[in-house]
Every structure is written in structure tokens, then in C-alpha cells.
């Protein structure tokens, strides 16, 4: 069964693919040159994204083309290389220069999520003190996910705003007048001087008021959080190490991103590999 569709993972791969190294098919130091043949990462490719969307094991999803350690060994690989972050900004370069960015309009919310396997987890206050982890995230105005903070699901979101707001400077030029939606969690003097400081607008819901989700433009990241936690393996993470779930997520934000801008793009752009029907 197939992870995503093949007009979504295409794409995807064609560039994955242009951002790794060349390899040899066998390894030059061999005397011979008869040893097994180095495994396609077209292979490992389509492992993480099973991976990345069924949430399973690592050897369950192992079988005769791949075992669960050349899964986990070439994942590392690609880690150290920064394909899955570069991956992601190639997309959300992509969507910028076709659809364009709204980001003049922030977002900015925290959502918590299962993390059995520890690593940057915490208690969760939500599900009767179990491991968790929270994640700040930040979109633009129609919900394209820009960046995040992982932290552990004790910590109070309000503290994350700051290293999540950094995440703007990895974007480039930005607009002068920039508003960022919060929620009422972040309802302070500290956020509003925070805010100021950095030369944002900032649209906080206030406490004990009331209202609509729909009021404000935060519900574009509240849609957001539900993009991913479609992908099993971030909705209950069971990694231990920070590069390894941030590489998840990277890969996750770069399948919303590229999604989206196919079908938005369906119905005013053509293409070779169009599909037949709107996505």
C-alpha cells in the first residue's frame, strides 16, 4: 500500500534525489568487487515515508529489498548531510515563488502530542503525566508551515515564542508590517513586549473571553496541527534523538507544502506531470 500518491511523491523524490551524493554501486575499497550491491535510495526513500506516515517500526516495515538497520543507517546519513531541511526549503522557496508566502499574517501556536520513546519529551499535563512533546509551530496566512520549537510537553508555550519567532530570519525579506494571531496562552505584558521589541503586531485572544476560532486567522494553524498529526510517526514519537524527529518533521512540512502548492497551482498552472484531476 502505497504511503502517498504518485503525483505527490514524484516530485518529491526527483528533487530528494538531485540534493544526494553520487555513490557507487559497489564500495571502491572492496578487493574484489563482487560484494552486495549498495541499496537504492529510492528504496530507503519510500521505507521513511511509510515510516513517516504509518508510524510503525522500523522492522516491520523491513523486508527483503531492505533491512531496519540500512533504513536507520542511511537516515543518519542524510542527517548529517541536511537533505531533509534543505529538502524543506527548497519547497517552501517553490511555493513562494509560485503562489507567494502570506507572511504578513503569523501564526503561532503549540500543540501536544505522545512521545513514548522519551528524548526531548516531558510530562504531559493532558494525558495524566505521561511522556509528551510539545511542538511551537509557525505558519503563514494560509497555514504552509514555516518552522518549529520542540520542546517537552511541561513547558507553557508562552516561553517558546521567542526561539519560535526566530525562525522568520531563515526566510528572507520580509514584510514591514507584519501581525502575528495568538491564542489566549500567550495573553502578557512579556508577549506583548516581546512583540514590540521584534517590530510585530500581535493579536491576542484575551483570557476568559469567549470566542470563535474562526474570529482570528489562528485557525489556519490549528489546521496545521492536524496536517501532522496525520503522520502517525510525529503524532506518537517514539525517536529518541532530537535530529532524527527534527528530520521527521522536515520531511512532513515539505509533503503539507509541496501538497498544497499542486493543488492550489492545479487550476491556474499546466504542467508535464499534472495530474488528471484537482488533488
Known sequence: MPALP?????????????????????????????????????????????????????????????SATTIRNRRDEWIR??????????ALESYDRILGLVLDQIAVDGAITKAPGGGVAGRSPVDRGKQGLKRSDMTDGYGIPLGRVLAGANRHDSPLLAPTLDRLHDLGPLPEDITVHLDAGYDSDTTRALLYERGLHGRIAHR???????????????????????????????????????????????????RSLIRR??????WDERPNRRP
Open 6 to 66: 504518485s503525483w505527490l511523491t514524484e516530485p518529491l523524490w526527483d528533487q530528494f534525489a538531485a540534493l544526494l551524493p553520487e555513490r557507487p554501486v559497489y564500495h571502491p575499497d572492496h578487493p574484489l568487487g563482487c560484494h552486495r550491491q549498495r541499496i537504492s535510495d529510492r528504496i530507503i526513500f519510500d521505507k521513511l515515508l511509510q515510516l513517516l506516515r504509518f508510524g510503525c517500526s522500523y522492522e516491520a516495515i523491513a523486508d527483503t529489498t531492505c
Open 81 to 90: 548531510l541536511g537533505v531533509f531541511a534543505r529538502l524543506k526549503q527548497i
Open 208 to 258: 476568559g473571553e469567549k470566542a470563535p476560532i474562526q474570529a482570528s486567522q489562528r485557525w489556519y494553524a490549528e489546521r496545521t496541527h492536524a496536517w501532522q498529526n496525520a503522520f502517525h510517526r510525529i503524532a506518537r514519537c517514539y525517536e529518541r534523538q532530537v535530529n532524527v524527529i527534527d528530520a521527521f518533521f522536515h520531511l512532513a512540512d515539505t509533503i503539507i507544502t509541496v
Open 265 to 270: 497551482a492545479w487550476t491556474t498552472y499546466r
